[in-house]
Every structure is written in structure tokens, then in C-alpha cells.
């Protein structure tokens, strides 16, 4: 009996150990943990600063950290993971008033070298865009004046262009008939140099496209092959456009999709009340690149699939989470930068890893 039960003793370690072979444990315990490490990746969550009140802008540093504007205080924050936020900038000449303040900030092309980065503000006359060296106490230089401001629809968006443009959304400052006005540099995007100077191939000066109500914000996608901008709408259809200069983006005539002859389309629109897009960006991930749209009145992130010049696929996340989102920002490691819009000292810059 003896010998029985120590063959079955020997029989069942024998059973036991067949699944735990090191090589099978060993694979089976490295998969496993895999998916728990993705598992929490996936709801990974790090707020990168607080105790803001209405951040507009944010523009990524080379260093892993970003610039972030804030409207009404015309402060530039430097927010970088694993540092407490702080001020490197005051723009005290901006004067905030409804939708206008300090907005817009983008990386000059040639940062590494100069450290320059541009801004789009509002003044006691107008709203202008300015050059800034990080690390300089210098007062803003102005590169583009006069363009109209207004309590409402200031636009404030800019991106550059690596090799050397900036483009520049502006807003129709609630005089409609600005945006069909090309002597007029709202209702706009316009191209320029780094100097302010019109762009060569421009159609109007500074003005590259016309018919625009809002421009909110602008992003090339990857490789800078095509340029988007997001636009707040009037009651019913907030806009996503493909740019193209020369182009005539319809407003007052026409909001959304007209199918109208001379007038370019959206390749996207939403209501008001489940967008009023704001931030864009791109998230690339291996081989896939997405766009993201910030939505303040929509309280979401906007997940939006790109092919060519068309948005085949929207899709919203994070609806509610954090209440109004302003500005986006993707980054290298697949993240996502998000700033909400809530104000009172309650806003916050707040890393999703990864991107959603
Ligand atoms: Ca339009």
C-alpha cells in the first residue's frame, strides 16, 4: 500500500507538474502580465498641473514638457511631467474680455536654434500674433497686427510649418461680413512668413482661405501633407475643414454642408451641444495616426479617424469625465494631453497614457 500511495504521490506531482513546465509557466506568466500592465496603462491618468483657470493654448516641447497658455491671466506655464508647473512668461499687454485674451501659442520651426515660439493675444486695439524667446524677459515682437477682435469669435489657433510658415485662425468677432471680406483679416486663416510677411502663393495677402466663422485651433497631419482647423458653428453645425489655400469656407452663406458651387464642405460636423470643438491634435501609434478634438460644450474628446481629406469615423470619449476640454496635445509616446475649460482656478492639464 505504501508503494501505491507513493507511485500516486509520484503519479500526481507527475500530472501537476506537466502544465508547469518552465517553459510553458514561464510564457503563460510573461502573457499574463503583459495584459495586466496594458490593462493599466489603459487608465493610467497623471494631472500634469491644476489650480489653472481657463488654459487655451499648449504647444509641445522638445523636452517631454509643453508651453500652455492661460486666457485671462496672460500667464505661459511650463508643464512637464515629474515638475511642479511654472510661470516662464506674462503677457501683460493682453486685455481679456469675453473670448479674447491670451490664446493661441505655437513652436517657432526653428526653436531648437532660437528658442522662439509664437502667440495670438488680444489687446486694448486688436488681436495680434507675436514672437517670444523662452528664457527672455524681451516684450512680445509683433509679426501680424490688425487683425479684428471682439468679446466673441476671436479665433486664436496657430501652427507652423517646419519648413517655415505660420498659419494663423482667426474669428469674425460677431460682424459676420468679415469672413467674405478679403481685405479683412477676420473670418480668416492666414499664411504668413515667420516675419509676419504674406506667404508667397496666397491668394489675398496673409489670407489663405476666407469664409470662416471661428477657427478654434489647427494641426497638420503626419508628415504636414494636409492642414485641418476645427470651427465653432453658429446653432447647428460646428465644423471640421480640410484647408486648402484660396479656399472658400462659406460663412455667413452657408454653415455645415451646402453643396454649394465655390463654397468648400467640412469634411466633419457636429452640433454645438455634443462638440464646440476646440483643440486639435494627432496621436500616432505604430502606423495609425488619430485625430483628437477637445469639445467644451460637448464635455468630450473627439476620437476622429483621418483618411486623405475626408473623417470616415468619429468617436466620443471621456463624455463628462472632466467636464469642458479646451486644448489637446498628442505626443510621442502615444499619450494625450488634455486641458479642461471649467475655470475658477479648477482647470487642469491632464495626461491620458495612452491616448483614449
Ligand atoms: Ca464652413
Same mark, same amino acid.
Given at each position: 500500500?505504501?508503494?501505491?500511495?507513493?507511485?500516486?504521490?509520484?503519479?500526481?506531482?507527475?500530472?501537476?507538474?506537466?502544465?508547469?513546465?518552465?517553459?510553458?509557466?514561464?510564457?503563460?506568466?510573461?502573457?499574463?502580465?503583459?495584459?495586466?500592465?496594458?490593462?493599466?496603462?489603459?487608465?493610467?491618468?497623471?494631472?500634469?498641473?491644476?489650480?489653472?483657470?481657463?488654459?487655451?493654448?499648449?504647444?509641445?516641447?522638445?523636452?517631454?514638457?509643453?508651453?500652455?497658455?492661460?486666457?485671462?491671466?496672460?500667464?505661459?506655464?511650463?508643464?512637464?511631467?515629474?515638475?511642479?508647473?511654472?510661470?516662464?512668461?506674462?503677457?501683460?499687454?493682453?486685455?481679456?474680455?469675453?473670448?479674447?485674451?491670451?490664446?493661441?501659442?505655437?513652436?517657432?520651426?526653428?526653436?531648437?536654434?532660437?528658442?522662439?515660439?509664437?502667440?495670438?493675444?488680444?489687446? @486694448?486695439?486688436?488681436?495680434?500674433? $507675436? /514672437?517670444?524667446?523662452?528664457?527672455?524677459? *524681451?516684450? +512680445?515682437?509683433? !509679426?501680424? %497686427?490688425?487683425?479684428?477682435?471682439?468679446?466673441?469669435?476671436?479665433?486664436?489657433?496657430?501652427?507652423?510649418?517646419?519648413?517655415?510658415?505660420?498659419?494663423?485662425?482667426?474669428?469674425?468677432?460677431?460682424?459676420?461680413?468679415?469672413?467674405?471680406?478679403?481685405?479683412?483679416?477676420?473670418?480668416?486663416?492666414?499664411?504668413?512668413?515667420?516675419?509676419?510677411?504674406?506667404?508667397?502663393?496666397?491668394?489675398?495677402?496673409?489670407?489663405?482661405?476666407?469664409?470662416?466663422?471661428?477657427?478654434?485651433?489647427?494641426?497638420?497631419?503626419?508628415?504636414?501633407?494636409?492642414?485641418?482647423?476645427?470651427?465653432?458653428?453658429?446653432?447647428?453645425?460646428?465644423?471640421?475643414?480640410?484647408?486648402?489655400?484660396?479656399?472658400?469656407?462659406?460663412?455667413?452663406?452657408?454653415?455645415?454642408?451646402?453643396?454649394? @458651387?465655390?463654397?468648400?464642405?467640412? $469634411? /466633419?460636423?457636429?452640433?454645438?451641444?455634443? *462638440?464646440? +470643438?476646440?483643440? !486639435?491634435? %494627432?496621436?500616432?501609434?505604430?502606423?495609425?495616426?488619430?485625430?483628437?478634438?477637445?469639445?467644451?460644450?460637448?464635455?468630450?474628446?473627439?476620437?476622429?479617424?483621418?483618411?486623405?481629406?475626408?473623417?470616415?469615423?468619429?468617436?466620443?470619449?471621456?463624455?463628462?469625465?472632466?467636464?469642458?476640454?479646451?486644448?489637446?496635445?498628442?505626443?510621442?509616446?502615444?499619450?494625450?494631453?488634455?486641458?479642461?475649460?471649467?475655470?475658477?482656478?479648477?482647470?487642469?492639464?491632464?495626461?491620458?497614457?495612452?491616448?483614449?
Amino acid at each position: 500500500m505504501i508503494g501505491l500511495r507513493t507511485l500516486g504521490v509520484a503519479l500526481m506531482a507527475v500530472i501537476l507538474a506537466v502544465p508547469l513546465t518552465p517553459a510553458a509557466a514561464g510564457a503563460d506568466r510573461t502573457a499574463t502580465g503583459h495584459r495586466a500592465a496594458a490593462t493599466r496603462a489603459a487608465a493610467a491618468t497623471d494631472v500634469l498641473a491644476s489650480g489653472l483657470s481657463i488654459p487655451w493654448g499648449i504647444a509641445a516641447l522638445p523636452d517631454g514638457g509643453a508651453l500652455v497658455t492661460e486666457r485671462d491671466s496672460g500667464r505661459i506655464w511650463r508643464v512637464k511631467p515629474g515638475t511642479r508647473a511654472s510661470v516662464v512668461y506674462t503677457v501683460t499687454e493682453t486685455r481679456p474680455a469675453g473670448e479674447g485674451g491670451l490664446l493661441g501659442i505655437a513652436l517657432s520651426p526653428d526653436f531648437a536654434r532660437t528658442k522662439a515660439y509664437f502667440i495670438y493675444y488680444t489687446t @486694448a486695439t486688436d488681436n495680434r500674433v $507675436a /514672437r517670444v524667446v523662452l528664457g527672455s524677459t *524681451a516684450r +512680445p515682437k509683433p !509679426i501680424v %497686427t490688425g487683425i479684428p477682435k471682439g468679446t466673441i469669435h476671436n479665433g486664436g489657433g496657430l501652427v507652423a510649418r517646419s519648413t517655415g510658415y505660420l498659419y494663423i485662425g482667426t474669428g469674425d468677432t460677431g460682424n459676420r461680413a468679415l469672413a467674405q471680406n478679403t481685405k479683412s483679416l477676420g473670418g480668416k486663416v492666414l499664411k504668413v512668413n515667420l516675419n509676419g510677411a504674406a506667404a508667397s502663393g496666397n491668394r489675398w495677402g496673409r489670407v489663405s482661405s476666407i469664409g470662416h466663422r471661428n477657427v478654434q485651433d489647427l494641426v497638420f497631419s503626419p508628415g504636414e501633407k494636409r492642414l485641418w482647423a476645427t470651427e465653432l458653428g453658429q446653432d447647428t453645425h460646428d465644423e471640421l475643414n480640410y484647408l486648402v489655400v484660396g479656399g472658400n469656407y462659406g460663412w455667413p452663406i452657408c454653415e455645415g454642408v451646402c453643396h454649394r @458651387a465655390g463654397f468648400r464642405d467640412p $469634411a /466633419r460636423t457636429w452640433s454645438p451641444a455634443q *462638440a464646440s +470643438p476646440s483643440g !486639435i491634435t %494627432t496621436v500616432t501609434t505604430g502606423s495609425v495616426t488619430r485625430f483628437y478634438v477637445g469639445a467644451l460644450r460637448g464635455q468630450r474628446v473627439w476620437k476622429i479617424a483621418v483618411s486623405g481629406a475626408t473623417a470616415p469615423s468619429a468617436t466620443p470619449k471621456l463624455i463628462g469625465t472632466y467636464g469642458r476640454i479646451r486644448g489637446v496635445q498628442g505626443r510621442g509616446d502615444g499619450s494625450l494631453w488634455i486641458m479642461t475649460s471649467n475655470g475658477g482656478g479648477t482647470d487642469r492639464v491632464i495626461r491620458l497614457r495612452p491616448a483614449p
